[in-house]
């Protein structure tokens, strides 16, 4: 009765323990890769079919926000900007500018604002439930960076989707 107690310990803590601390040593191996810029390191540790498909919806919800400011110019622009789009975010959602997001705040280090560029960046995480953590960047000055989301696969971890600030 003892062993099995024992036993039945050892795999609670180690279940706490993995749920503890995996979110935390995901986000800084993803962080880590980003920083030596390795790209395979990168590629196993994002799903860029997900990430590309949550980019593409926060585009097009901007576009249809937008939509109807400008007018018949507005309508037309917007209709050209859904159809492109893809095309634009198949090619800016690369290992690479996942490197610059996580390591600077940005996909395009060009367009950070000056003031927010050489600053670190940090991340907390937050938790939502069993399948889910959301990593939230903050610069040094407090500026809000963007917030990486992640699933659970298997026993680790891949970033899904972005938010940015």
């Given amino acids: 009765m003892k062993k099995l107690l024992l036993l039945i310990a050892v795999v609670g803590l180690t279940f706490l323990g993995w749920y503890l601390a995996s979110p935390w040593w995901a986000m800084?191996?993803?962080?880590?890769?980003?920083?030596?810029?390795?790209?395979a390191a990168?590629?196993?540790?994002v799903d860029f079919p997900?990430?590309?498909?949550?980019?593409?919806?926060?585009?097009?919800?901007?576009?249809?926000?937008?939509r109807g400011q400008n007018g018949a110019l507005g309508e037309l622009g917007g209709a050209l900007a859904e159809r492109i789009g893809d095309a634009v975010i198949d090619r800016t959602i690369t290992p690479e500018s996942v490197s610059g997001l996580v390591a600077s705040g940005s996909l395009v280090v060009g367009v950070l604002p000056q003031r927010l560029r050489g600053q670190e960046l940090s991340w907390d995480i937050e938790r939502e439930g069993f399948q889910n953590f959301r990593a939230i960047g903050t610069?040094?000055?407090?500026?809000?960076?963007?917030?990486?989301?992640?699933?659970?696969?298997q026993l680790g971890w891949v970033v899904t989707g972005f938010d940015l600030p």
């Fill in 139 to 153: 610069f040094e000055d407090g500026t809000e960076g963007p917030t990486l989301i992640f699933r659970r696969e």
């Fill in 50 to 66: 997900a990430l590309r498909a949550s980019a593409s919806e926060q585009m097009n919800e901007e576009i249809a926000r937008r």
């Fill in 28 to 39: 800084k191996s993803l962080a880590d890769a980003a920083q030596a810029q390795d790209i």
């Fill in 42 to 45: 990168l590629e196993e540790k």
